[in-house]
Every structure is written in C-alpha cells, then in structure tokens.
C-alpha cells in the first residue's frame, strides 16, 4: 500500500508533460479543412480526431511500430531483453526496443540517448499508460511523429503530400507516410519518390507476408503511383478563419459552420467580379451568406484577394465599419410600421423640405409629391425617409438599432441626428446583415452562429469534447411589420435593379435594398429569400469614392448572381401573410392613404395592423366659402349672407396641401387648385395656427461674414394654401414683402437678428440668429 501510495503521489508530482501546442485548423460544417495556422512554436502539427485514424492506419502503425502494443504495459520486455543481448554481444546499440509508447514519451520530452534518458522513459510510459487509452495513446503519437522540416503528425503530413485527410487516404499513402519518420533525410517525398517507392514496396511485401492485409489489397497498392508534392496549407474563409482562432486561441479543431461548397461559390464569384470591376477603379468586395433557419453563416468573405497587400486585401470587409448609405430604410419603415405611423399606402411628401437648417436631397435629384410610403421604400427616397426618422424620433430609432446589435451606432448614439438614416453613421456589412435576417423569420433577429462544435483538446487528449454553440433569436419587429417590408421589397419596378441588368438572365426571387454612401464610397445591396440572407458590400478599403459605384449598378448584380449560384434551385414558395388576424385589409382614400371620408371620391383598400395602425380620418381636402367667380374666399366671420345667385357664397372644395408641397407645386410650375385670396374687407385677425414655417434663416445659428465682403442671405418660407402675400421684418422693422414661395435677400450686419414672416392672415413666425465677423 505504501509503495502504491507513493508512486500516486510522484505521479502528481511530476505529470508527464501532455499540453501540446497544435496547430489550428478551422473547418467546415462537413470538417472540410478550410484553414491552417501554424503553432505558437512555428509547427505544421496539426490535431488528428480520434475519428480520423481509421482502421487501416492503426493496423499499418501497429504493425510496423509496435505489434504487441495492445498487449504490453508501455514496454515490451522480451523486446527490451533481445535489444539488450544484441547490443553488449556487438559493443554497440544496434537495435532498439521503444513501444509506441516510449516514442510519445520521447517525442513529448526529447532527450539525450541515453541509459538514464531510457529509465526515465519507462517510466513516462508506464504513466501514460496509466492516465491515457491505448487509442489515445496512439493518437499522441500520430500527432506528434515528425516528417522533416517543421512538419509534425500524419494529419499535417497527409494534407500538405497528399491534399486530403487522413480519413481518405489510401494504403499505398499509409503505408508511404508510416516509413518516412524512420528515415527522414533520405525519404523526402517530392524531392526522392523514387526511393520513397521502393521502401513503400518493401513494407508492402512484408505486410503481405505477414497477413496483415489482403493480397488483391497488397497488389492494388504496388501499382499505386505515388503523387506526393508539397502542397500549401488550406487557405479558405482566411478573414473567418483568424477571426476564429483569435477567439478561441487554443482549440486544435474549431468546426465552423461554413459550408464548403457555398464558400468555394462565394469566393470564386467575389474574385471573378471584383476583377472585372477593377477597370472602373473598384477594387473590392466583402460577402456573408446566413441561412434564416439557423442563423449559421454558410460564407465569409472578407475581401476579393486576401493575399493583395496593394488594395488592402487583409482587411476585413465584413467587420469594416462604412457608411450604410439607404441600406437602413427597410429597418425605419419596419419601426413605422409598428408604431401605426404608415400603411403600405400612407401619403409622405416628397418635396423640398427644410429640417431645422438640414436640407437633404433625392439621389436623382429629383422629386415626386406626395406618394405612398412603399413606393418611397421601394424607390429609397431620401425626404420622406427624414420626415418619417423624426416622426419616429432618432433617439427611437438609435435604441432599436442597439437592440439589433449595431455596435457602432451605439457609440455614436449622442451624435447622431437625421442624417443617419441617409447613411450618416457607422455599419458593418455584418451587424447589417444580421438585421435583415428579422425579415425573414416574421421579426426574430437570428444571433450569428459562425462555430458549430470546439473540440477542446489543447491540453490533452482526453479533454476533447464536443461542445454545440447555441443559436438565438431577437424579437426585432412585429410578423406584420416584417411582412409588409418584404412585400415591399419583392417589387422588380424600381430604380434598384442594375440598368445594365440583362433580361434574360435568371432573377433570383428575393427581397433586396441597396445603398450608396455619401461620396460613392460604398455600394450595399442585402437580399433574402426564405432560405438565405446575403449581404454585399462593394468598393475600396482606402475609402476613395469611385463616379460609378452605386449600391444598383455595382453591389445588386454580384447579390443576383450569388443568389443564383447557391440557391438557384431552391424549393418554391414565397412569404405568406403572417396568421393571427392582426394584418387585415381595409378602404382608405387613395389621396392621402387615410380612412375615406364621404367627400373622397375614390376608393382603395391597403394592409393594416389591427390595433396598431392610425385610423385618421381623411382631410386631404377642405371645404371654402367663396363669391361665386372664385376670386374671393371667406372665413365664418365675413361670409355674407347673399340675396342672389350671384351675391351669394358657394362652397368649394380645395386640396388641404402642406405648405411645403405648395411651395415645390409653385416653384416647379405644377398646376394646383391654389385658395382664392380672403376677402380683403374682412377685419377679423386669424391665430398662430399655420403661420408661416421660416426655412431660412435657421433659428438659432449663428452665421459668418466678412466684413470686407459681405455676402448676402436669403429669407425664404413655407405658407399654406390659403396665403398670398408674406411680410418679412428685420428686427422688427418692415423689410419687404413677397410673394410666399419668393426667395429674397438682405445684407447682415454683425449682431443679434430677429427674423419675423407674416402672412396675409396676420399669422407670424420668428427665428432668432446671431450674425458675427468671420
């Protein structure tokens, strides 16, 4: 007992040394090899699975190693006694007795070749044999046996000869990877297959004669020729695979859940664009391909070329942060959509608009009217997406941005104001992605899944255990909500779709958005059908705008033919409305999008959420009392009574227009029904209700002149239908007056200024600057 208790305790004291430093390797969902690292200690050793040793590879190891390894205690004394004689007869060692065992020992703590150093290795062997199976055992060894150079272990040895895994080799190539270790210098395969055969032969023909493998299996094996080269490590997914194993430094075997076949796809085709693009001074482009299901990332693409150091070809493109450009919109109108701001056929202006001193602008530069909220997602334009951002409040909108998971945005949360959702933040083609898989999955955000199993085994063999990573999803935005975006998206008629696109070519049926960065430095386009999500992002690391890039015509076409080359024969079927009876149908007018009330003239229907969805009554027009030739209109104090046809007043109906869409109406020369002026005899003064909305100045800035050279600033205002003539005032004094879509301008002089507008109905508005020296 004693004895036994003290050898427990030495072998506490003093473990044999099992942490070995692998390489790693990072395959794919299949355990493809995708990409390998060399270890902290510059080694190709990269980790065997117990399930990659097949029977064939034990059964040659064995038999050429260590025959009686399933039968000895780690050494093998009639071995050790027949090395012994053999060597004190000849005064020299000409022969060895080492088990497998005691070469794990030996390759695990390298030392001199001595009688002491062969103690010491029994002894190890019995503690291996003590703490590991025999099939661990084994696995130590054939990840550890050296092949010349820095090359380590029959896995590292099969792929860089052979180009395959251990799994697939075949018995010629055991049989040539099981000699080489014994004569390294001499058996280098690429360099000397010629001997490398003809030892291989050799070991064949004794295993033959031994009965350790079938004769037809022998004879197959001597006419094998043998294609060993040194080949280049794996070198798939590279931005994926360093992302990996910085997050996860000592695992041997990270098992992504990249599909090889799509990533092969993906890289390909990424590479095959980008250098037909690169004539248009574009030298880049990142991809993610997320199946919806599982949240997994199927492809990772972080640039065309990793190996191009001249156009940046090491950066991550799918970490990169970059301006969205309109690639956000779909998230904004989903957000509207669940707050009852819009219906699919909501009324937004479409017009010049002034928001508090910021004036964004269409990216044709044009303009349209009032038009329905799906065309203006499906045409991404630019005022109505700024009007609906401060309907929703940017502070809303950045809090569901953050719940999303868009790191970059939360930073800049305290900076961000309007602009943002024209692409005035920061995105990663990731967090953008991600987001759009809520569209899919009836409002539940998929948590990326980018690793499927770890097989921890950095310490030991017997430490590896297979550890799933689990999947999550975010409730994001409502099923209906999520619905109708994609309804919306799903339209073919719209300025998206590349010009140069050709007809007969396969359009995939996805929903998709695209975006183009402030500058052209970023081309987006992010589809999804049911089956996958993909986001793409085109352009140059450096940042350099390029005239032609644009998120339609550079980004959407690489989406189309992704699409086409991982999903083209997907099953059928499409996005249904979600069940539950909170999207229904009803009548609005079609005017304005609201419930019709009895003087609309037409009828419509439009999607809506019951509950949720505003059911404002329509007031797209306004009844006014006039003198019967229209030229005079009256308010409920000067209305006359009238006697006759002609004296008598009579009720018209006008459009109820913003003054913002009269003043675009009036400055584009679009004919509308314009309110007859008011009876000038009347003496009644009407209330601050529509007073004018001053667009410039901007209340509370400050501007700059040079004194040496004054420059001139222009007043300019938004008024209703109903007004005809506005007066403005400098400080309280009478400047001039004009006409309400006129543009008129002063010279400032430095100090504190009050702008005052009234129109002809006595309603006035004020704006305060301060004019300084430049």
Request: net charge positive; hydrophobic share 40%.
């Amino acid at each position: 007992m004693t004895v036994l208790l003290g050898l427990f305790l030495l072998d506490r004291l003093f473990p044999p040394p099992l942490s070995v430093p692998y390489s790693t390797i990072v395959t794919a969902a299949d355990s493809t090899t995708l990409h390998a690292f060399l270890s902290r200690d510059d080694k190709w050793r990269m980790y065997a699975t117990l399930d990659e040793i097949t029977p064939t590879l034990r059964q040659t190891i064995r038999q050429k190693e260590d025959r009686w390894f399933r039968w000895h205690p780690g050494i093998n004394p009639v071995a050790m006694m027949r090395a012994a004689g053999r060597n004190l007869l000849s005064g020299k060692r000409t022969s060895g007795a080492s088990t497998i065992t005691m070469q794990v020992v030996r390759l695990l703590e390298p030392r001199p070749r001595t009688y002491g150093s062969k103690v010491i290795e029994v002894l190890r062997a019995f503690q291996l044999e003590v703490r590991l199976s025999k099939d661990e055992i084994l696995q130590l060894y054939l990840n550890l046996v050296p092949y010349g150079g820095n090359i380590e272990g029959i896995k590292s040895a099969s792929l860089l000869f052979f180009g395959k895994p251990p799994q697939l080799l075949s018995l010629a190539e055991i049989t040539t990877l099981a000699i080489i270790p014994n004569r390294p210098s001499s058996l280098r395969l690429g360099e000397n297959n010629a001997a490398v055969i003809t030892a291989r032969n050799a070991w064949l023909r004794r295993f033959l004669a031994a009965g350790t493998f079938p004769r037809q299996a022998i004879d197959n094996a001597l006419l094998e020729p043998l294609n060993a080269h040194r080949r280049p490590a794996p070198n798939m997914a590279p931005h994926l695979s360093l992302r990996l194993q910085s997050e996860h430094p000592n695992e041997p075997v990270i098992v992504s859940t990249i599909q090889a076949n799509v990533q092969a796809a993906t890289e390909r085709l990424v590479r095959q664009y980008v250098d037909r693009i690169k004539a248009q001074n574009i030298r880049n482009a990142a991809v993610l391909v997320i199946d919806n299901q599982t949240g997994a990332v199927e492809a990772y693409v972080g640039s065309a070329a990793f190996g191009d150091v001249v156009d940046g070809g090491q950066v991550d493109g799918v970490r990169a942060v970059r301006s969205p450009g309109s690639a956000l919109k779909p998230l904004l109108y989903a957000l509207a959509f669940d707050q009852g701001l819009i219906t699919p056929k909501a009324r937004i202006h479409d017009v010049p608009t002034n928001f508090g001193g910021y004036e964004p602008d269409n990216y044709d530069r044009q303009f349209n009217g009032p038009v329905t909220a799906e065309f203006a997602l499906a045409n991404s334009l630019n005022i109505p997406a700024v009007k609906l951002l401060r309907d929703v409040s940017t502070p809303v909108f950045v809090a569901k941005l953050r719940e999303a998971g868009f790191r970059t945005v939360q930073k800049q949360a305290d900076d961000l104001g309007l602009s943002m959702i024209l692409g005035g933040c920061g995105v990663t083609l990731e967090e953008l992605t991600r987001a759009y898989t809520a569209f899919p999955n009836r409002g539940q955000r998929r948590d990326l899944a980018y690793v499927r199993t770890l097989s921890a085994a950095a310490l030991a063999p017997e430490s590896g255990q297979a550890r799933p990573v689990r999947v999550w999803s975010t409730p994001t935005f409502s099923p209906e909500a999520a619905f109708l975006v994609t309804n919306t998206l799903t339209q073919i008629t719209r300025p998206d779709l590349p010009n140069n696109f050709d007809n007969s070519y396969h359009l995939p049926r996805i929903a998709w958005k695209t975006g183009t960065s402030y500058g052209r430095r970023d081309a987006w386009s992010v589809g999804y059908n049911r089956h996958y999500t993909i986001g793409v992002w085109v352009g140059n690391f450096s940042g350099i705008g390029v005239p032609n890039l644009s998120g339609a015509n550079t980004a959407a076409p690489l989406l189309f033919q992704l699409f086409n080359a991982i999903d083209y024969n997907a099953p059928t079927g499409w996005f249904r409305p979600p069940t539950g009876g909170k999207l229904g149908f009803r009548q609005i007018c079609p005017e304005s999008g609201d419930v019709p009330e009895h003087t609309c003239a037409g009828r419509a229907t439009d999607y809506y959420i019951m509950g949720v969805s505003r059911a404002n009554r329509c007031g797209h027009q306004q009844q006014v009392w006039t003198n019967s030739a229209a030229t005079v209109s009256y308010c409920a104090h000067c209305r006359p009574a009238g006697v006759d046809s002609l004296s008598r007043p009579v009720a018209r109906m006008y459009p109820n227009l913003a003054p913002e869409v009269v003043a675009w109406y009036a400055a584009s020369h679009r004919p509308y029904a314009a309110i007859p002026p008011h009876n000038p005899a009347c003496s009644r003064v009407f209330g601050n209700g529509g007073a004018p909305l001053i667009t410039s100045l901007n209340a509370g800035s400050d501007y700059f002149i040079d004194p040496k050279s004054p420059a001139d600033l222009a007043l300019s205002c938004q008024t209703a239908n109903d007004v005809q003539v506005v007066y403005w005032y400098l400080n309280n004094g009478l400047f001039r007056k004009a006409k309400p879509t006129e543009t008129i301008f002063f010279r400032p002089t430095p100090g504190v200024l009050t702008v005052s507008c009234a129109d002809d109905k006595g309603r006035v508005s004020k704006v305060r600057v301060v004019v300084k020296r430049g």
